[in-house]
């Protein structure tokens, strides 16, 4: 028997046909290319992620040694995570860069006295410094320098600014001995948050103690900078003492944010302490000239309003300062800027009135004299000239001045 099979009918391949075969070879080698592309991509996009993530680590690397050997003071070996205090911590990490300042004073032309203070390391420009009060050493003979192992050095005053209590010393010691502290900026503190401090009162080396930023602005006088206000200080209630003064205060991050200085008298936690923006500031020229020279001054003398002031003298604000008195010559009265010339007794106190009420300055309101006083510390420099708003016999008036530099303490 003979098979056959079906017989197929041969038709020419139509035009559409072969298109559509072509763009599925085409779709295929393009899946292919696709594929391959991806996978170099990725991978390159993996070997520049890694490089990013090198580069970033040595820019971190550079920034630390720009800091360590860098053009500002201090070095940051500490970062806490924390928001609050790690007093162990901190303490274990900055003790040993806090020192005992030491110097002798004659009392009286003949009696000698022991002069006890604190202070602490900063660097700059490569070079290792001990930052305290000006009121540590002022007159002050024979300073030498403890550090927290012992060791004691003979120091000398490189620099010195008793507008804002302020003095840096230097010394020969072994770099060893130097263990600089990180100096960062005040002008993020707030009211209530915590601080801690590191000092030596009454000789009691090593001593921390805690506590929270009270107020901020304070302005207090002191005899050294020659009855002129120390303005823009934090108000602390870390509890200092005699012998405190010149130490670091601390943020929570083991930081520097300023220097312990005063306390009032009989108090309980009511001590005051140098903002580090006033550090950061004046330390390259106490360091390179010996002086800060850049304080502004009006040239007044004036009293904080109240609400029994402004009734007993007639004024329409119970904020701001009035001005008693004017320095002939001055930046104020040259301005115009008119003093009192009668007085008035309000609760057993004598006033001069019938002066200008100053109420602002370049638009800031003015409450009152440590709001003057701060506000011209932070932001005002000699020889700028600044709106100063008065009330002058009830009238509202805007007075130019031009600022002079204050005289020497």
């Not at 009162?201 to 921390?208: A, F, V």
């Amino acid at each position: 028997m003979e098979t056959t099979f079906p017989q197929t009918t041969k038709k020419p391949v139509s035009l559409l046909v072969i298109v559509v075969v072509a763009l599925a070879v085409l779709a295929g080698v393009l899946g292919s290319l696709y594929a391959y592309e991806t996978v170099q991509n990725n991978n390159q996009l993996a070997s520049m992620q890694s490089k990013i993530t090198t580069l970033q680590g040595e820019e971190k690397a550079m920034i630390q040694l720009e800091d360590a050997n860098g053009t500002y003071p201090g070095t940051n070996f500490f970062t806490n995570s924390s928001s609050s205090i790690n007093a162990e911590t901190i303490y274990n990490y900055a003790n040993e860069s806090v020192v005992t300042v030491e110097g002798i004073q004659s009392a009286n032309g003949s009696e000698i006295e022991q002069v006890l203070g604190s202070g602490f390391v900063v660097i700059y420009s490569n070079s290792y410094y001990i930052v305290t009060n000006y009121h540590v050493v002022d007159g002050d003979t024979d300073i030498s320098v403890i550090f927290s192992d012992g060791n004691a050095y003979s120091a000398q005053v490189v620099g010195y600014d008793p507008y804002s209590d302020l003095a840096v010393l230097n010394m020969t010691a072994p770099s060893s001995e130097y263990h600089p502290l990180s100096i960062v900026t005040s002008s993020t503190l707030v009211v209530g948050q915590p601080v801690l401090a590191i000092g030596n009162p009454y000789g009691l080396s090593g001593s921390e103690t805690s506590g929270i930023i009270s107020q901020l602005g304070r302005t207090i006088s002191e005899s050294a900078a020659g009855d002129y206000a120390i303005a823009n200080l934090i108000q602390i209630s870390t509890p200092i003492n005699p012998g405190n003064s010149g130490g670091p205060l601390f943020n929570s991050y083991g930081e520097v944010v300023g220097i312990t200085t005063a306390i009032v008298s009989g108090s309980q936690g009511l001590g005051f302490a140098i903002p580090s923006d006033t550090i950061l500031q004046e330390l390259p020229y106490l360091i390179t000239t010996g002086t800060y020279d850049l304080h502004p001054y009006l040239g007044i003398e004036t009293v904080d309003m109240s609400y029994d002031l402004a009734k007993a003298i007639g004024a329409n604000v119970t904020y701001g300062v009035l001005v008693e008195s004017v320095v002939s010559g001055g930046p104020a009265a040259n301005a115009g800027i008119r003093a009192g010339t009668n007085t008035v007794t309000v609760d057993g106190t004598q006033y001069t009135s019938g002066g200008d009420i100053i109420v602002s300055i370049n638009g800031t309101r003015i409450v009152n004299g440590d709001a003057l006083s701060s506000w011209l510390e932070e932001y005002a420099l000699p020889n700028e000239h600044v709106e100063v708003g008065i009330i002058r016999s009830g009238t509202p008036m805007t007075i130019q001045v031009t600022l002079g530099t204050r005289p020497p303490a």
